[in-house]
């Protein structure tokens, strides 16, 4: 059975750091590519940052995270890490990880519609 399971969610000040897991089961994450997306309260679901298969290991990230955020992957435990410092506010949503339905593009990566496999999602909120 194919399942994606987040956590590492929490409540952290401004500047504080998170790592969030996406552990998969039902495959392996050495041949599929996996996004994680966020969605905040009324705003559409976006794309946060993608890697690709490990055959290629590429990585993805949007502008607003670029530098602060840090896509891996641990075969060993069939998990994805997204590793999140200096969270601001704009952070704050629940945020889910996905596997994409079809071979890893970089642009096309962050649209929801190229996803076949999603989490339940972690709540990531941060404030003072």
């Known amino acids: 059975q194919v399942q994606l399971v987040e956590s590492g969610g929490g409540l952290v000040q401004p500047g504080g750091s998170l790592r969030l897991s996406c552990t998969a089961s039902g495959f392996s994450l050495d041949y599929y590519a996996i996004g994680w997306f966020r969605q905040a309260p009324g705003q559409e679901r976006e794309g946060v940052s993608c890697?690709?298969?490990?055959?290629?290991?590429?990585?993805y990230y949007i502008d607003s995270v670029k530098g602060r955020f840090t896509i891996s992957r641990d075969l060993g435990t069939n998990t994805i890490y997204l590793q999140m410092l200096n969270l601001q506010p704009d952070d704050t949503a629940v945020y889910y990880c996905a596997r994409m339905s079809i071979t890893y593009n970089e642009k096309l990566c962050t649209r929801t519609d190229f996803y076949d496999r999603w989490g339940q999602g972690t709540q990531v909120t941060v404030s003072s």
């Open positions: 890697i690709s298969g490990s055959e290629d290991d590429d990585t």
